[in-house]
């Protein structure tokens, strides 16, 4: 998918995306262009001498209804896929954050309440069903641009203004998946070492950042030994 063409079908919101997006949404295929091959003689697999080092990985521990993750995601996460960051970063997010589970009763607790934690089981729902990055990329984008305008409860909007079926992630929510997912992000989270203190809580190559998450850019050029490196690391 095209990203200008994604957003533009969400109409002209006053934050509009100026700043992040002036290429299209590729599918992660121009990272590496990785040659291996297999030595007959030695049974050993050798890769070409221009292939670019694996991705690295870039975790954003977040919750759904921050301001802060709002305005991290919206500003400056979606950067990466203009910038050329996107072709060494596997990105993953995680909406779990200060969320927990009350031992009496199991239910899940969101720091901001039963709405967030709906939101955070969408786009948990979201990532798991909508595996091609650039699509649960945009969705999440899409919600969390809502968060910023406090019309989050105007998400299911931004299916139909992406044009992406909102069948399956409902289904997804709907089902004991969606639960399943969010406990899994509640365990990955919770052995978080050092323990998350703050949302957004950003990690690169299990390197947390700390209060300096805005300048994630800066630590993944650092951590990047390939190549062939992008325009945001020149």
Same mark, same amino acid.
């Given at each position: 998918?095209? &990203? ?26 121009? !990272?590496?262009?990785? @040659?291996? =091959? ?6 050993? @697999? ?9 991705? *690295? ?15 991290? &995601? ?10 050329? *960051? ?11 954050? %200060? #969320?927990?589970? /009350?031992?009496?009763? %199991?239910?899940?607790?969101?720091? /901001? ?10 786009? #948990?729902?979201?990532? %798991? ?10 969705? &999440? ?20 203004? *992406?044009?992406? /079926? ?16 969010? !406990?899994?992000? =509640?365990?990955?989270?919770? !052995? ?9 809580? @950003?990690? @690169? %190559? ?8 805005? /300048?994630?850019? #800066?630590? =993944? ?14």
């Amino acid at each position: 998918m095209n &990203i200008k063409k994604l957003f533009s079908r969400m109409g002209s919101p006053s934050l509009v995306l100026t700043f992040v997006i002036a290429c299209p949404f590729l599918l992660f295929i121009c !990272q590496s262009h990785s @040659v291996a =091959a297999y030595d007959l003689d030695y049974g050993k @697999v050798y890769e070409d001498s221009k292939v670019v080092s694996k991705k *690295l990985n870039l975790s954003v521990y977040y919750e759904a209804l921050n301001p802060s993750c709002a305005t991290f &995601i919206v500003k400056n996460l979606a950067r990466i896929f203009d910038n050329g *960051l996107n072709t060494i970063l596997n990105l993953r997010l995680i909406p779990w954050g %200060n #969320a927990y589970v /009350n031992k009496s009763s %199991n239910a899940i607790v969101c720091q /901001n309440g039963s709405d967030e934690c709906q939101l955070n089981t969408l786009q #948990a729902c979201t990532v %798991n069903v909508l595996r091609d990055v650039n699509k649960h990329f945009a969705l &999440i984008y899409c919600f969390e641009f809502l968060v910023i305008e406090g019309r989050y409860k105007d998400w299911r909007t931004c299916f139909s203004s *992406l044009g992406l /079926n909102q069948k399956p992630v409902l289904n997804c929510i709907n089902s004991v998946n969606g639960t399943k997912l969010e !406990q899994k992000y =509640a365990i990955e989270t919770a !052995q978080l070492n050092p323990p998350h203190t703050f949302v957004p809580w @950003v990690v @690169v %190559n299990n390197q947390p950042i700390g209060k300096d998450y805005n /300048n994630f850019t #800066a630590y =993944a050029c650092k951590a990047y030994k390939g190549n062939s490196a992008p325009i945001a690391c020149q």
